[in-house]
């Protein structure tokens, strides 16, 4: 049921920001390395047997334009399982963010990356799964120029968050099966 409403949000929040950008056509800037740390909480799959928990990310990209980015991020946390030990999951993947409305404060994105997740039980062997996730996001420029607005290309602090939901392949340490997660975030981001 909430894997559901995720998707419809995500299709709407999707149709609802192209729309929106189609009327602000501006002239990108120049590409910019970034950095972000973000502090997460994880919404587990029931089938997980274990309990959500605070997690976190660190990710470095690279943005091409005020569109247009690609990141390498990795997070994760250990979460109390229902069999008394604990889980810890552990995530790598390479994002591609489609930015929207580039040049003002609020600067709304979608995410969908590849990479995989590490399980692994207390006393078991590590397994790796592949695993994809999509979402949306936002930024929220802390600085302006002297036009009001905040380029994400120049050296700005940015607050940030999203919503992903992130579905592992074969998760071989609880179902054997796929199992998805919502992941929520909120953090800091800087461009240089």
Known sequence: MMRR???WMLMTVSIAI???S???AA???TGAWYGSALAQWWELDKTRDAANHIAGQISIGYR???ELALELEGGGASFAASCGCALT???LSVDVLQGFLPYKALHPYIIAGIGGIEDREDALHKTNAAALEAGVGALYALGTT???SAPLSSAYWHLRGEIKYQHEFNDLTATKNSVGDIVYGIG????F
């Open 22 to 24: 189609a009327a602000y």
């Open 5 to 7: 409403k995720m998707l």
């Open 64 to 66: 091409f334009d005020d």
């Open 146 to 148: 002297a036009h009001g």
């Open 18 to 20: 192209s729309t929106a």
């Open 89 to 91: 999951l552990r995530k």
């Open 27 to 29: 002239e990108s800037e």
């Open 188 to 191: 800091v981001q800087y461009s």
